[in-house]
């Protein structure tokens, strides 16, 4: 079983940061891509940004300077931080990551229980 664990969401004005973390434990073999996604009230889930296990990045339109992300392979860990932040970044923020379970077992999707991001203007 393998389980995403977050945390750092609250309640900030604009303009503040917030840095969230999310865990992942359980019975890993390896993690591949790890990422964050967003959902705001009333909105589909969309995508904030991903990063590869070698540390290749991406991002949406709508974060980008703003926001960055890190892992670190030692821990199953995934950090974004979040600078400059607006109202419209206000949502729940879910990690996702692609993990395997054994060498020789396909990779699966896992999601963590969501963390709320409150941006006051």
């Known amino acids: 079983q393998v389980q995403l664990v977050e945390s750092g969401g609250g309640s900030v004005q604009a303009g503040g940061s917030l840095r969230l973390s999310c865990a992942a434990s359980?019975?890993?073999?390896?993690?591949?891509?790890m990422g964050w996604y967003r959902q705001a009230p009333g909105k589909q889930r969309e995508l904030v940004t991903t990063?590869?296990?070698?540390?290749?990045?991406n991002y949406a339109d709508s974060v980008k300077g703003r926001f960055t992300i890190s892992r670190d392979n030692a821990k199953n860990t995934v950090y974004l931080q979040m600078n400059s932040l607006k109202p419209e970044d206000t949502g729940v923020y879910y990690c996702?990551?692609?993990?395997?379970?054994?060498?020789?077992?396909?990779?699966?999707?896992?999601w963590g229980q969501g963390t709320q991001v409150t941006v006051s203007s």
């Open positions: 996702h990551a692609i993990i395997s379970q054994g060498p020789s077992l396909w990779s699966s999707a896992y």
């Open positions: 359980g019975k890993i073999y390896r993690i591949n891509d």
């Open positions: 990063i590869t296990k070698d540390s290749d990045t």
